[in-house]
């Protein structure tokens, strides 16, 4: 029998791995991105020296005052090649105001990011993926801005959103059971970790349910036809630092019941195989490194929703609940 709390202290290290940002004495360091008046990004100091210093032709960097310093973070987890020790503290980058389309807005930070990248600047670029993203301060309140290549949203702290799948059904044998994927050993990020039967980040151009049906398509085989069962049940919030830069997601989660027969199949390199767990075999998953943080708190997310976590036995139930729904809003400075 599980002791009392264990399950609940394992997932708090998950959940605050993916909220981390909150209570970062860095985060005070970080400057609005503004374009048009709305708030769409925050931009950690060291990426606001770079564009200062390499690209004032396309973003203006406010600082707070003549001589004002503040120390950057010392290690290399992401930090740029010619990054100083410190720096002027900054209260504002903007896109320049002769920038006046989402076209050519969208062209000019693709040139910044395109020589970054040549430049190896940020480590992060390293893993250029050719998906394209709109950036807005809410994507369905507020019109894009401009567009931007996937991996370097981490860079400006612009909102990314995603689609994650749980795919369950009830086994004859061993009762409520999920799917769970593990991730090739060749992917860019995160290789070989147990991650949800299918999910992906949702480029320009498509609605949520239409990137969760790709996808479950393209990584686990999932026909259209049980997908036109999948619904939308929610969405996290996460907002956390790593060595890819600021991560500020929004997770739209789909379930799906599966006949207990039904397998997934890998459909591309994205999965290198798949497992039929049980609840209390997933659960012992989820509060190992072995399993990606942010898929953890989808299934921590599942669990929660059917009732499969007893707030009458579970010490962290309210702090589990309040770690999938950070607040994302850009504050002002």
């Not at 075999?281 to 190992?288: A, G, N, R, T």
């Amino acid at each position: 029998m599980e002791a009392p709390g264990r399950f609940g202290a394992g997932m708090i290290v998950r959940v605050e791995e993916c909220n981390n940002f909150k209570s970062s004495p860095r985060r005070k360091l970080f400057a609005p991105l503004k374009v048009e008046g709305l708030k769409v990004g925050l931009v950690a100091p060291e990426v606001a020296y770079i564009l200062a210093k390499h690209y004032s032709s396309v973003f203006t960097v406010v600082t707070k005052g003549d001589g004002v310093t503040e120390l950057l973070r010392t290690d290399d987890s992401l930090k740029a090649t010619e990054s100083p020790i410190s720096c002027p503290a900054y209260r504002e980058v903007c896109l320049n105001d002769n920038l006046g389309s989402f076209e050519s807005r969208t062209q000019a930070v693709k040139e910044v990011f395109d020589d970054m990248r040549r430049r190896r600047m940020f480590p992060v670029l390293d893993g250029w993926r050719d998906e394209i993203y709109c950036v807005s301060e809410d994507l369905y309140r507020t019109e894009p801005v401009f567009e931007i290549e996937r991996v370097a949203c981490t860079l400006i702290g612009s909102k990314r959103y995603g689609c994650h799948l749980t795919a369950y059904c009830n086994h004859p044998a061993r009762g409520l059971c999920v799917w769970v994927a593990r991730r090739s050993a060749t992917k860019s990020t995160f290789p070989g970790l147990l991650d949800n039967v299918a999910a992906g980040g949702l480029p320009a151009g498509l609605t949520p349910t239409q990137c969760m049906v790709k996808e479950a398509e393209e990584e686990a085989s999932i026909s259209a036809e049980i997908m036109a069962e999948a619904k939308c049940v929610g969405c996290l919030s996460l907002s956390f630092e790593d060595w890819r830069g600021l991560i500020r997601d929004v997770i739209w989660v789909f379930d799906v019941e599966v006949d207990w027969e039904w397998q997934p199949k890998p459909n591309d390199n994205e999965v290198q195989g798949f497992y039929l767990m049980s609840i209390d075999e997933v659960k012992d998953q989820l509060i190992s490194p072995e399993f990606k943080a942010d898929s953890a708190l989808v299934f921590l997310d599942y669990l929660i929703r059917n009732g499969l976590l007893d707030p009458d036995k579970e010490p962290y139930y309210v702090q589990l609940v309040e770690g999938l729904h950070s607040t994302l809003t850009i504050q002002s400075s």
